[in-house]
Structures are given as structure tokens and as C-alpha cells.
């Protein structure tokens, strides 16, 4: 979880989520438009010691080790801060919103679950959630789960295989 921190709701959720789920949850604070991109460089950075790894390996026939280890880091990284559910909750603004969208999109999983809250069908209340829920579907980052959203204010989505999904294919060769 990603979240400013500002109120005690996530330290009661992180407890309860702890007690239900152990070992699978994680908590970060601060702004997500910072905190979302530091876990993506620690991957990107993952995957260019992999691959650098890969090229020394190849060239000189040895390094095998210094592979090993590289793959470890990245695989722990990638274990640590990829998500298969992401909730996405708090700024209203169309750039707060749109930002933890794609910033989300490129750190989740392939096809993580996605609940858009606050997406009000009907009523004016959270324009900026509004416009980043609809660009994102028409953009083919998300996919709706639901012809509907829900009667209580929120619907359902799946993440699109994303850029970072086919960056780290090409960066690895794979």
C-alpha cells in the first residue's frame, strides 16, 4: 500500500491485512508520485545489473556468479514491490489520479487487479477521477472487469500488460 499517511486508517488496515494475509502486505508512506517511482528505479536498476551481468557472462564465459546474484536482487526487488491489487484512493486531482494510474500500471503485475474509487456515475462529485478512470480505459491501460461500475462509487478493472512488462523483456532478451 502507497499512501500519504496523513490519517490513522492505514496503520489500522496494515494491521488487520497483516493478521489476515502474513508476510504479504507491505506499507509505504509518502506521496505515491515519489514512492511508486523509487520502487520502479530499484527494479530498473535490477534489470541493468541482470543484464550487464548477462552481457560479461556471455563475452567472457565466466561471471556466472555475479549472473546468479544479479537475477537473486532482481527477483527479491521484483517480489517486494510488484503488486497483483491495486487500490487506487485518495488525491482527486486529474494529475494526482492519472499519475498513481501509470504509475501503478507500470510497477503492478501483469494483469493486477485494479478498484478505482470515488469514479461517481451520474454526479459531479470527483471530476479528476472521472477523466483519469475513462483516459486510462480509452487509453487500454485499464480494462474494465464490469460492463457497470458499482452502485457504491467504485469499479473494477485489470491492468493491461504494460511498457515496463515489454522494457524488461528487451532489456533481458527474453
Excluded at 515519489?34 to 541482470?50: C, E, P, Q, S, Y
Excluded at 494510474?101 to 478498484?115: E, Q, S, T
Aim: proline share 3%; with cysteine; net charge negative.
Amino acid at each position: 500500500s502507497f499512501d500519504l499517511g496523513e490519517f490513522g486508517a492505514p496503520l489500522v488496515a496494515k494491521r488487520w491485512i497483516d493478521a489476515h494475509f502474513p508476510g504479504r502486505h507491505t506499507l509505504v508512506l509518502g506521496d505515491s508520485r515519489k514512492t511508486i517511482l523509487a520502487r520502479l528505479g530499484v527494479i530498473a536498476r535490477g534489470v541493468d545489473r541482470v543484464a550487464a551481468a548477462r552481457e560479461v557472462s556471455g563475452s567472457s564465459g565466466g561471471g556466472a556468479a555475479a549472473l546468479e546474484e544479479a537475477e537473486r536482487v532482481l527477483a527479491e526487488a521484483e517480489d517486494m514491490y510488484r503488486c497483483d491489487l491495486v487500490f487506487i484512493d485518495g488525491g482527486h486531482e486529474y494529475d494526482v489520479v492519472s499519475a498513481d494510474v501509470l504509475n501503478f500500471w507500470r510497477l503492478a503485475m501483469p494483469g493486477a487487479a485494479v478498484i478505482f474509487d470515488d469514479v461517481h456515475t451520474g454526479d459531479n462529485c470527483c471530476p479528476g477521477v472521472v477523466r483519469a478512470w475513462d483516459d486510462a480505459i480509452e487509453a487500454k491501460v485499464l480494462e474494465k472487469q464490469t460492463a457497470r461500475c458499482h452502485v457504491e462509487k467504485f469499479c473494477t478493472a485489470h491492468f493491461t500488460p504494460s511498457v515496463y512488462s515489454n522494457w524488461k523483456a528487451d532489456q533481458l532478451g527474453e
